[in-house]
């Protein structure tokens, strides 16, 4: 079975900082998916941003963007220019790419992230 | 397009009681699943199904019920509800193997 670690439960940054969140996996699997999500107090469910492991390019959204490292199985976040609407829960989730259970995802325990003005 | 819903918001049950909570979608994704998300423990899959009248269970199931008759609703049963199924849930729905997952809004359970 995969598991998600996310070895940080809390992190605070500076508006306009940067921030990294970490997040380690365990597979023996070659092909699967990596997410990060943001959970606002809201508690609505984002997708941030998405990598496929056969891709080695580190995937990219506007500020966000991730260190996919495929043999050391770590996969972090790292947020630029962090604005107070990035103040949310964060987590690291992994997915199968194919088989009868491939669309379920195993989530990591969450980085709550704080964003000081 | 409403996307995923999910009923009640918030609900209140006493030790022992039954309920069902709702979980609809529009966008007739065939994948569907259940989580459940408690403090530093993230998010855990109660029950899963690929399609009408599939289902499976995911990593937490005891204590938890599901049918799937149509593609669009996927509920979920507690049948003798405990302090320990104080959690909230969300329900989520994807074309089957598609990458991004749509998660409804949430039903926060307190049980007495």
């Known amino acids: 079975a995969q598991t998600v670690t996310q070895s940080q439960p809390e992190m605070s940054v500076q508006e306009a900082e940067t921030v990294t969140l970490s997040c380690t996996y365990d597979?023996?699997?070659?092909?699967?998916?990596l997410f990060w999500y943001k959970q606002p107090p809201s508690r609505q469910m984002i997708l941030v941003i998405r990598q496929e492991a056969y891709k080695q390019q580190n995937a990219t959204e506007n500020r966000f963007s991730v260190n996919f490292q495929k043999a050391a199985k770590s996969f972090s976040l790292k947020i630029s220019d962090s604005q107070l609407g990035d103040a949310a829960m964060y987590f690291c989730a992994y997915r199968s790419a194919g088989g009868t259970s491939g669309s379920r995802l195993t989530f990591g325990e969450g980085t709550q992230l704080t964003v000081n003005p | 397009n409403a996307g995923v819903t999910q009923t009640p918001k918030f609900q209140v049950l006493k030790t022992g009681q039954s309920m069902t909570l709702q979980c609809a979608q529009d966008?007739?994704?065939?994948?569907m699943s259940w989580y459940r998300q408690d403090p530093g423990m993230g998010l855990r899959l109660i029950h899963y199904?690929?399609?009408?009248?599939?289902?499976d269970q995911g990593e937490v199931p005891n204590g938890y019920n599901v049918s799937r008759s149509t593609t669009e609703d996927f509920p979920l049963r507690l049948l003798s509800a405990a302090p320990s199924q104080t959690s909230v849930y969300f329900c989520?729905?994807?074309?089957?193997?598609?990458?991004?997952?749509?998660f409804g809004p949430g039903t926060r359970l307190l049980v007495l």
């Open positions: 597979t023996s699997e070659s092909d699967y998916y």
């Open positions: 199904s690929v399609g009408a009248g599939i289902t």
């Open positions: 989520a729905s994807s074309y089957f193997l598609e990458e991004t997952q749509y």
């Open positions: 966008m007739n994704h065939e994948y």
